[in-house]
T-cell receptor, first 117, second 111 residues
Framework: DSGVTQTPKHLITATGQRVTLRCSPRSGDLSVYWYQQSLDQGLQFLIQYYNGEERAKGNILERFSAQQFPDLHSELNLSSLELGDSALYFC????????????????FGPGTRLTVT | LAKTTQPISMDSYEGQEVNITCSHNNIATNDYITWYQQFPSQGPRFIIQGYKTKVTNEVASLFIPADRKSSTLSLPRVSLSDTAVYYCLVSRADSWGKLQFGAGTQVVVTP
């Protein structure tokens, strides 16, 4: 158990819909990261927040957005869903100084499996 | 960021030592080398990280030669539960923890 929780575990929805994935980081971790893992693209970094502020962006589509709340939990919003958005979405957290070497020791949650039909 | 190259797959028997070598020829001065393990349908798990020479923890050892253009993850006495995908990552200190995963190495341990 990494200490990172994600809900829901599974999500099945239709094309064009909008969903919200939720993540609670490990106690005390200020950094939260979102990753997408699909069969064709592998594991891809989406976005990072540190203490409520966006710090780094990866290959995140404009239809996707995220935020980190004052209690440090984070939500990833996916809208206008397409079949290709079907994937495992992982949240991770890390401690230490943002951007320092400690930030590469990330603790991943169990993931949310999104299926778009 | 430096591109990494590692074997697609490796097979081993229980009790043997497994060494996975990763090539990162364009590694920069500020870059760190990090290894993760992933089981099917689970999130990756941090194994070890290093900058130079050798790092050892309770799970693995990481060997980094002086030129840092490669690194070797050593898993001592593997068991069936070590069957997983292992990722070698090169991360820059100013990239805010952005991990860039490649295809990884599928390690299969058999009895």
């Amino acid at each position: 158990d990494s200490g990172v929780t994600q809900t829901p575990k599974h999500l099945i929805t239709a094309t064009g819909q909008r969903v919200t994935l939720r993540c609670s980081p490990r106690s005390g971790d200020l950094s939260v990261y979102w990753y997408q893992q699909s069969l064709d693209q592998g594991l891809q970094f989406l976005i990072q927040y540190y203490n409520g502020e966006e710090r780094a962006k990866g290959n995140i589509l404009e239809r996707f957005s995220a935020q980190q709340f004052p209690d440090l939990h984070s939500e990833l919003n996916l809208s206008s869903l397409e079949l290709g958005d079907s994937a495992l979405y992982f949240c991770a957290s890390s401690g230490g100084l943002a951007g320092g070497p400690d930030s590469y020791e990330q603790y991943f949650g169990p993931g949310t499996r999104l299926t778009v039909t | 960021l430096a591109k990494t190259t590692q074997p697609i797959s490796m097979d081993s028997y229980e009790g043997q030592e497994v060494n996975i070598t990763c090539s990162h020829n364009n590694i920069a001065t500020n870059d760190y080398i990090t290894w993760y393990q992933q089981f099917p349908s689970q999130g990756p798990r941090f194994i070890i990280q290093g900058y130079k020479t050798k790092v050892t923890n309770e799970v693995a050892s990481l060997f980094i030669p002086a030129d840092r253009k490669s690194s070797t993850l050593s898993l001592p006495r593997v068991s069936l539960s070590d069957t997983a995908v292992y990722y070698c990552l090169v991360s820059r200190a100013d990239s805010w923890g952005k991990l860039q995963f490649g295809a990884g190495t599928q390690v299969v341990v058999t009895p």
